[in-house]
């Protein structure tokens, strides 16, 4: 039976605001103006194609519509956790079981609540709701298009033409879909987990204490222990938490300007007029970067480890009498010169990546302000200085700061060299540590998963805040296409 | 929508956190009708013919045996990271038990006969670090069935049986093929255990205490520990000399032990390690070159022992080792259905019989009390070769040397091995500063001092799990 109701067309867009006035608007509309399947499908997902014999769009509607709702009440259990609703509920980590209890004539023992996997399936039953409510509005608003497409007298569209539009018109929802769901499972779930875990008392040792996968949330107990020095690893952050951080930077300084300094001279040195075997010396430069960089990085410390061909030399040359801890392998080593060598070598191994990128940057300045420069009576330092540099900076600010926030996140160059050493006692952060080699051994090491939560969160915060900071007050950003 | 989608997430989460919350846990996993053991990867193919046998043998078992091979070094973490995964019975070296049992990966063992075996069986030293408390109760959770303790290899072709038996000896080896004496495998608070477990030669005797009389009770008591004896100084002082001589001892190359072993490149004539260094060992020396001997004495020198009132010039130590055992155990998400079932294999397993066969196809040291009669036995009958003879027979002889790791919970296990008390300990016998928290430098550890304020660290280490704020005025001179 067709709806005799007269379709009123959606609220227009207003001028500005009232965006959620409108969404709610448009809800009631679509109830209210709609036919009986229309209606009807705001209840049962699929129920509006039906009416409009759309009837395989309508049953995919439906089985969604059943799977997700079985999910939620029937709340489907795995290792004893359950999803849906009561997952919901055990987001809040109380009343958790403690386990333990044990029969020991019939081996029945029971173990505790699984509290990782409580507040896992919790999100994911979140997440969950929120594709139920997009299945929803899509379910309707499918129904409410064949209610249009009847009233200007087309026929509601069939399912093979519904997937013929998904190569068509809708391609891009077809192509994006994959990456979404890849995201929202891969990317956006387990970050809201980690950063969930930064307010728990997620770690090995007081899990250890509770029963192996117990825990529970402790507000920003974890972020104050950084102040205060309390909690499971809270001495640790707080007295190594500011030297890190404060080396971080200092490495993400110098490694990204000495590179990139070292960059643009190697550069103009190898494209400079009249220089022979130029294809020679760029070929010999990024050699070092076809060797894969964890292997130079492990031949460099082998080089100048205690028993390395470096100090054996300096040994056998009398010059040294006990080998130099360049790296700070040893306890005892000097941190001050373990943080100048992997300032050293990360020039070696990064700076041939800027010469290589400037080099192409540098042919295409045009020659004639050059030309015009050295007419006005240039010289050829002025010329750098107001031709050169402006320009490769202009060109290469967005990779000057993502090479800065990568310095901070740049992980392989002091784990595979010094492995953060020299080490602090008591401390897993040592003297070349940056807050990612930090946080890898606080989780990986350790087990203390909230406390690397924090020191993730601290560490997104800091490069999020320079990125945006930098970058929008940056020329690139602000004369995006012009170079005066 | 965005708002919506808020404004749902927002409403969903109030109610998750202010609503009760339905506890959940799980009494054991699914009988499937199989019941799958992890034992090391090296003896998985014999004890997978072993149960096949008895299932031969005991047709009304009911159940199929699964063997698999894993490395039993990092098993224990394998198990606590989901212990849902892990087999129905696992094993696990002894220092793991605490940790298993406290996390519910472990389930407790109560069948009377199979406790009654591990009782006659088993040395005291083993039994003292096999049970655990469950809800104030003291359960058996572990059955021993491998034993191993630290020994050392060496060089035949250039030390003799007699230069091995005294870290002397092996120094005048040195001296004669103008290299190092001796070696460890790595720097790490298992391999220190050769220095600061030695045991006076004449009683046996050592002020050393490792959290004796801990609780196996997660963040219970820690026990007792001291390592600032005068005898513990003095063993201190007396590697320190050894290790300057520049035929004394050296740390292992960043080449690794081996390397240096190597018959060719002759880098150290002799290296204490483990049964789990035996092929490599044999690989770098080859057969016929390698020897097997206990860990050798040392003899305390005038310099070692000046200023300490506890210990005589000329007193005779032998090099210590952490004596362990590797364990059956039963997960505790095993099914209960299988627990009968379980316990009857374990006994089986870990019977002398199977222990026995174990030794002969697989070289692991039998656990249980005076297996070294049987050792004996197998090489006059010429059944095993005398190197793996040695091996065994040194293990033996060692296990009344040392004790066994006495970690048994995880806080334990991570404040010994993890809070940067064997980089002290190395910082000492090389003699170097050692920074601690920034603020707190031991600025040297040549001194008698420095060595007291090295030891008084480590102790310190072990039971707080941080460095000092500062060092006591006094530092305390433990008898």
Redesign the interface.
């Known amino acids: 039976m067709k709806s005799t109701a007269i379709q009123r067309p959606l609220t227009p867009k207003p001028a500005g605001g009232g965006k959620l006035r409108r969404f709610w608007s448009n809800l009631w509309k679509r109830f209210a103006d709609g036919s009986a399947g229309t209606k009807l499908s705001h209840l049962i997902f699929g129920a509006g194609n039906v009416y409009h014999k759309q009837y395989l769009k309508g049953l995919l509607f439906f089985l969604l519509q059943a799977a997700i709702l079985w999910v939620m009440i029937a709340c489907p259990t795995v290792n004893g956790t359950p999803y849906g609703y009561k997952a919901i509920l055990n987001l809040s980590l109380k009343n958790v079981h403690e386990g333990g209890e044990f029969d020991p004539l019939t081996g029945h023992f029971m173990t505790g609540s699984d509290c990782k996997l409580m507040v896992l399936f919790g999100f994911v039953s979140i997440a969950l709701i929120v594709i139920y409510l997009l299945l929803w509005n899509a379910n309707v608003a499918s129904s409410w298009k064949a209610d249009n497409d009847r009233k200007i007298g087309k026929k509601p569209t069939t399912f093979k033409e519904d997937l013929k539009e998904l190569l068509d018109g809708k391609f891009h929802a077809l192509m994006l879909s994959p990456t979404c769901i890849a995201a929202l499972v891969f990317t956006i779930l387990p970050t809201i987990f980690m950063i969930s875990l930064a307010f728990s008392t997620y770690n090995d040792q007081d899990m250890n204490n509770l029963g192996t996968n117990l825990f529970h949330w402790n507000g920003v107990q974890n972020f104050v222990s950084v102040f205060t020095g309390e909690g499971s690893l809270g001495v640790e952050i707080h007295n190594r938490f500011l030297p890190v951080l404060g080396w971080t930077f200092i490495w993400a300084i110098f490694a990204t300007l000495t590179c990139y300094f070292g960059g643009i001279i190697l550069a103009l040195l190898i494209n400079k007029k009249g220089l022979k075997g130029k294809k020679i010396f760029r070929t010999v430069f990024i050699l070092t970067i076809a060797v894969p960089q964890f292997i130079s990085l492990l031949s460099v410390r082998n080089l100048l480890g205690e028993y390395g061909p470096i100090n054996a030399l300096l040994q056998d040359l009398g010059w040294i009498s006990k080998p130099i801890g360049f790296l700070g392998l040893r306890v005892g080593d000097s941190e001050t010169l373990a943080k100048i060598m992997v300032i050293l070598i990360n020039m070696w191994v990064g700076i041939p990546y800027t010469m290589l990128m400037t080099s192409g940057i540098l042919m295409n300045i045009p020659t004639d302000l050059y030309e015009a420069a050295r007419v006005d009576g240039a010289s050829t330092l002025k010329m750098f200085f107001k031709i050169t540099l402006p320009y490769v900076i202009f060109v290469t600010t967005p990779y000057l700061i993502s090479s800065f926030v990568g310095n901070i996140n740049s992980f392989n160059t002091i784990y595979l060299l010094t492995g953060g050493g020299p080490t602090y006692t008591g401390y897993q952060a040592g003297g070349t540590d940056l807050l990612v080699t930090w946080l890898y051994k606080v989780t990986i090491d350790q087990g203390s998963y909230n406390t690397g939560a924090v020191i993730g969160i601290f560490t997104f915060l800091i490069t999020a805040t320079i990125t945006l900071i930098t970058y929008r007050r940056s020329r690139a950003y602000n004369e995006e296409d012009t170079f005066q | ?1 965005k ?3 808020a404004m ?2 927002a409403i ?2 109030a ?14 996993g699914k009988d499937d009708g199989v019941i799958r053991i992890w034992v090391g990867e090296e003896s998985a193919e014999f004890y997978q013919k072993i149960c096949n046998e008895y299932l031969s043998a005991h047709t009304d078992f009911g159940y199929k045996i699964e063997v698999k091979g894993m490395d039993t070094g990092s098993v224990a973490g394998t198990i ?1 990271n989901d ?2 995964a892990a087999a129905d019975i696992y094993t696990v070296a002894h220092d793991n038990i605490g ?1 298993l049992a ?4 472990a ?2 063992i ?1 069948d009377e006969s199979l406790i009654a075996q591990v009782k006659a069986d088993n040395p005291e030293s083993f039994q003292s670090v096999i049970y655990s408390t ?2 104030g109760q003291t359960y058996l959770y572990g059955v021993p069935y491998i034993s191993q303790a630290l020994f050392l290899y060496y060089n035949k072709s250039l030390v003799t049986e007699e230069q091995a038996a005294s870290f002397e000896g092996l120094r005048e080896a040195a001296q004669a093929a103008q290299t190092k004496a001796v070696t460890v495998t790595g720097d790490d608070g298992y391999n220190m255990s050769f220095a600061l477990l030695a045991r006076k030669v004449s009683d046996k005797s050592t002020t050393v205490k490792i959290f004796e009389g801990a609780e196996s009770v ?2 219970g008591s820690k026990g007792e520990s001291n390592c600032q004896g005068d005898d513990t100084v003095a063993i201190v002082r007396w590697l320190q000399a050894y290790a300057a001589d520049e035929n004394g001892f050296k740390w292992a ?3 690794g032990w081996d390397a240096d072993l190597d018959k060719d490149n002759r880098g150290v004539l002799a290296v204490i390690g483990g049964a789990w260094h035996y092929n490599t060992a044999k690989a770098a020396l080859g057969e016929s070159n390698l020897g097997i001997a206990m860990i050798p004495t040392f003899t305390l020198t005038k310099e070692a022992v000046e200023g300490l009132s506890a210990v005589q010039a000329g007193d005779v130590y032998r090099g210590g080792t952490f004596a362990d055992c590797k364990c059956f155990m039963i997960n ?2 095993s099914a ?5 079932k ?1 316990q009857e294999l374990i006994k089986y397993l870990s019977s002398k019989d199977v222990q026995n066969a174990s030794y002969l196809e697989c070289m692991n040291v039998p656990a249980y009390v005076g297996a070294s009669e049987f050792i004996k036995q197998c090489y006059t009958d010429g059944k095993v070769s005398e190197s793996e003879y040695n091996l065994a027979a040194a293990q033996v002889d060692m296990a009344e040397w040392g004790i066994p790791q006495p970690f048994i ?3 334990l296990n ?1 404040y010994y091995y ?3 008390g064997p ?2 300990f ?2 000492m016998i ?1 003699q ?7 603020d707190q430098i031991l600025s040297e550890t040549s001194s008698l001092e420095g060595v007291r304020k090295g030891l008084y ?1 480590i102790e310190y ?1 072990w039971n707080h ?3 000092p704020k500062e060092f006591p005025a006094a530092l305390p001179e433990k008898a």
């Open positions: 929508m708002k919506l989608i749902t997430l969903l989460m109610l998750g956190l202010f609503a009760g919350c339905s506890g959940s846990g799980s009494d054991g606590t212990p849902t940790k406290s996390t519910q990966c389930k407790p109560t469950l809800n997660s963040g190359s960043p080449d505790a998400n209960a259905s299988k627990y009968a379980e919970t995880g806080t991570t993890s809070k940067n980089q002290v190395r910082a090389d170097t500063a050692y920074p601690t928290t920034g660290l280490l799990g941080v460095a």
